[in-house]
């Protein structure tokens, strides 16, 4: 099964943007990729997803702000966040759908 490693988080301001990155071990053009966040304290959500064709899905607290995109030729997919706010501050994930593996995550922290 493929391994997935997200990369690209970091400290932004409010309004700010970010682009995450998943890299895949192999192939990834036939899997079901998923976004997802943990905020401390929360439960883990999901953030939106592409399918194998290419299509994607954005969830309603990311819809109009964020991107998901993949380039196959990479092994990669992105999530870009556009206008950020302090309440997208989490750990962010991606993760094979129908998977049980997680990764370790990429912080995003939006903040002043």
């Known amino acids: 099964q493929v391994q997935l490693e997200e990369s690209g988080g970091g400290l932004v301001q409010p309004g700010g943007s970010l682009r995450l990155s998943c890299v895949g071990s192999?192939?990834?053009?036939?899997?079901?990729i998923g976004w997802h966040r943990q905020a401390a304290g929360q439960e883990r959500e999901t953030v939106g997803f592409?399918?194998?064709?290419?299509?994607?899905h954005l969830y309603p607290s990311a819809k109009d702000r964020f991107v998901i995109s993949r380039d196959v030729d990479k092994r990669t997919v992105y999530l870009e966040m556009n206008n950020l706010k302090p309440e997208d501050t989490a750990v962010y994930y991606c993760?094979?759908?129908?998977?049980?593996?997680w990764g370790r995550g990429t912080q995003v922290t939006v903040s002043e």
């Open positions: 993760k094979l759908r129908g998977s049980n593996n």
């Open positions: 592409i399918t194998y064709s290419g299509h994607t």
């Open positions: 192999g192939d990834i053009s036939g899997y079901v």
